[in-house]
């Protein structure tokens, strides 16, 4: 996360808000104080204003304390990373504020090393946020672009494991075919990929598949390779190897061997019988 990120400092005094900028080095946290209140009144005006990522706030100020501030802001901006500044005689009352989602404490007197490393752990975890929120919006505007898609095999899927939808399932089964006859040079397709493509589970898929062709998934996509096979030794001149990637297997070597289980026949047995009856 390159982005610079604004602090605002509360404190109803000049010199502590004064002491806390020179005691950080901006450049290094990348971080930009945008503002600063000298009670909490102003301060919840500026959060308002400037919408900030981190605010230090002091407990003891005049009308409304630290803690009720810290109270009303996350009330309103959870995102926001609020860190108290406190004494040793306030820091048990501050403990206490942690059930109101204060991200960190800074004891009096202020120590420029910890209050880097404070920073530093905030921006991380501010990174962290920012990324999972990026990602949990990709991924709903995938759902959202897909919900057409998504909704109309939903349709078509409702009712199949009842017997009464045979032809819903017929159907559905066609498509996935057509898809497989589509897809056929394809050396990753499987029932799980297929599956994903169509939205359902590979399991509740091969059982459908079972039930509508009498063979497994595997079966019926190694029965529609040899046919292409056939068809390409009966149509084409390709060699071996170039019908192999036609129909989706990478050694043809083992197309042959897979050949001769399917047909009975070897590849080149094939194509002379054939030629006989031409």
Not at 40 to 46: F, P, W
């Amino acid at each position: 996360m390159d982005e610079i990120l604004k602090v605002i400092i509360v404190d109803d005094e000049y010199l502590i808000r004064n002491l806390i900028k020179m005691k950080i080095d901006w450049k290094e946290a990348s971080m930009e104080a945008v503002g600063e209140a000298g009670n909490a009144e102003q301060a919840l005006e500026l959060v308002d204003k400037l919408n900030p990522d981190i605010i230090f706030t002091d407990i003891c100020m005049p009308s409304m304390d630290g803690i009720e501030f810290s109270k009303r802001v996350l009330a309103k901006y959870p995102h926001i990373k609020i860190i108290i500044v406190t004494g040793y005689d306030d820091f048990e009352y501050a403990r206490s504020s942690v059930r109101l989602g204060i991200a960190d404490f800074i004891l009096k007197p202020i120590n420029s090393a910890e209050l880097m490393q404070t920073l530093s752990k905030l921006r991380s975890i501010i990174s962290s946020e920012r990324n999972h929120e990026k990602e949990y919006n990709q991924l709903k505007k995938q759902v959202e672009e897909n919900l057409p898609k998504i909704k109309a095999y939903a349709e078509n899927i409702n009712g199949l494991m009842e017997k009464s939808n045979d032809v819903k399932v017929n159907t559905f089964i066609e498509d996935v075919k057509k898809y497989l006859n589509n897809n056929i040079a394809n050396q990753n397709l499987s029932l799980s990929s297929v599956a994903k493509e169509f939205f359902i589970s590979p399991g509740h898929l091969g059982r459908l598949f079972k039930q509508q062709t009498s063979k497994t998934f595997v079966e019926y996509l190694t029965y529609i390779r040899i046919r292409k096979v056939q068809k390409f030794l009966l149509e084409t001149d390709l060699n071996g190897t170039q019908i192999s990637e036609r129909v989706g297997i990478s050694d043809s070597h083992y197309l042959s061997i897979l050949f001769k289980k399917q047909t009975g026949l070897c590849i080149n047995e094939f194509k002379k019988y054939n030629k006989t009856k031409i």
